[in-house]
């Protein structure tokens, strides 16, 4: 079916490539290249993305499937919430939902 699409696309971009050059107008777009040039370029490019997006997918697999370290929790050090001065808005920090959820 694609080859099907391929090729009438391909066979349209020539008659307009032909209607074009009998009016005079020609259009470059990017490159300016041939109309051939621009169809084989779209070849390359489709035919790498259907390689690269499935290695990409496997990849990401087997990277995803790999074990990876879990590390344990840091302890509640009481230095790490030093409040020498009270915050405007009460005791609970401004993010902190948890807090906010006890004082309802």
Known sequence: ???VR???RAASL???AARRSETGVVRNMSSGHS?????????KW???????????M???VYFFSQPHDHFEEQPAYSYMHI???GFPWGEC????SSCWKKDE
Do not use: D, H, W, Y
């Not at 920090?93 to 902190?96: I, N």
């Open 14 to 16: 020539l008659g307009a």
């Open 46 to 56: 489709k035919n790498i993305t259907m390689v690269a997006v499935p290695a990409c």
């Open 93 to 96: 920090g401004l993010f902190e």
């Open 6 to 8: 391929t090729g009438s």
């Open 35 to 43: 109309v051939e040039q621009e169809i084989a370029e779209c070849k």
């Open 83 to 85: 409040r020498s001065k």
């Open 1 to 3: 079916m694609s080859l």
């Open 58 to 60: 496997a990849l990401s």
